[in-house]
Structures are given as C-alpha cells and as structure tokens.
C-alpha cells in the first residue's frame, strides 16, 4: 500500500464518507439529522468526481462541472426539504419520519 | 512522509471523523456542527488537490449555506437541549452490518480494479477556463441555463411551501 496519497485514497475517503452517511440515513429518525446524512452521500460523490477528473482526464474539466451541478441541485434540494419540514412541524409538532407516514393516504 | 502527505492524511481523518461523530451523536445541534467540520474537511481537499474554484464554491454554499440553513431550521423546530431519542440497538447493528457488508464490497472491487491514476497529474484547470466551458454553447451552456431554472422553481416552490395559509393564523 502506497502512503503517497493518490487517487485510491481518494476513492477510499469517498467510499467511507457515503457508507457512513447511509448508515446515518439508516438508523436516525429524525428528518433533519436525515437530511443531514444525504448531504454527506452527495459530498463523498463530489469527492470522487473531482478526483478522477484530477488523476484519470487532467485535461478535461467534466468532472468539475458535475460537481459544480450536484453542489446546486444538492442546495435546492436541501431548501426545498427544510420547508416541507417546517411545514411538517407545524401541523404535527414533530419531525420525526413516523408522523410524516400520513403522506401516503 | 512530506508535509503534503501529512496535511492530506489529516485533512481526510477530520472529515471521516467529525462525519462519524455527526451521524451518532444525540445532540442535534452538535451534530450540525460536526456536519460543518466535515465539509470544511473536504473543502480543505479540494484545495488540496488545486482545485480552488470546487473548494471556494464547497465553502460558500455547503458551509455558508446549507450548514446555516440547517442550523436555523433546528432552531425553528428542536426544543433546545433535547437529546434526540436513543436508537434501538437491533437498528443500530442491522444497519452497521449492511454498511460494513458495503463498505467492505466497495473497497474489494476497488483494489482489484487497481485505478492507479496518474502520479503526475498536470495542473488543475483556471477559472477562466471552467467560466468560458460554462458559456460555451459546445459545452455547459444548457444545463447552466436549467440548473438557474431550477433554483428559480426551487425558491418560489420553498416560499409557497413554507408560506403559512391565511386561514391557520
């Protein structure tokens, strides 16, 4: 294993920022914390993306546009998301994802 | 081990650590903060990589703005020093197995495709490059313009959401 940091390290900081914000999606119950925890998978993303473009197609700028995109439509999405809750908390005094199961009816 | 390595190796055990402490800790607002370090942790390395134009954009709209956002809505809706309810333990360990299964898979795969990358990579493009690809109708100049569409429909969409109905007051 090579301790000069390279792309594999890379991929591995990537890899391991996704699974924990999974396991944050898993197991919290709230709608922030979960929130939380999808704007932690999107950034492992951007990681990745920014480190192929870096280390496999220097040349090229594809990959900083993804990222660029992903940061914008991760904002708007996380704008959206905060009012609905807002929304939630103020008919229901809670955040929590059990007394948003009402949606499905 | 140059200082480099060094700054890179704690660059990404801040991140990895302060996103651990984030997603276990029942202190909701702590964990927003660690939320924070985490991105300032991957901010510092894109900078790190030489792409300064992705770190400053990481800082002002994730640190600067979705950090504070989330921050604010906590305040509307969390009573203050309320821990958040303890996770029952079969969830805990049902979810740290999937994510270990996973997470060990993801780096199997890895080391046998074996990226290797350049060792040399050449330097990070300027921004007046990545500002002319943007505007360039060969290029980004749509999805530019539909990503500015979406934000429009995501602003008006949040405010007629969040707007409280006149009857309700």
Known sequence: MNVEPGLFHFLVIGAVLFFIGIYGFLTRRNLI??????????????????????????GTLDGSFFTVFIIAIAAAEAAVAIAIIINLFRSHQSINVEVAEEMKY | MNGSTIVFYLLGLMSIVSAVLSVTSRQIFRSAIYLLF??????????????????????VVYVGGIAVLIIFSIFLTQQSGEQLPE??????????????????????????????????????PSVAAIGEKMLDINGYALPFEVVS?????????????????????
Request: with cysteine; net charge positive.
């Open chain 1, 33 to 58: 914390t979960m929130l939380m925890s999808v704007e932690l998978i999107l950034n492992s993303v951007n990681i990745n993306f920014i480190a192929f473009n870096k280390y496999l197609w220097p």
């Open chain 2, 38 to 59: 985490t991105l300032i942790g991957i901010a510092g390395l894109y900078f790190w990589m030489d792409y300064q134009f992705i770190a400053a954009v990481q800082i």
């Open chain 2, 87 to 124: 996770v029952p333990v079969s969830r805990a360990v049902a979810g740290a197995i999937a994510v270990m299964s996973g997470l060990a898979l993801v780096l199997v795969l890895m080391d046998r495709y074996g990226f290797s990358g350049l060792s040399d990579p050449g330097p990070a």
């Open chain 2, 149 to 169: 569409i979406l934000l429009l429909a995501a602003m008006v969409g949040c405010i007629v959401i969040a707007m409280r109905k006149k009857s309700q007051v």
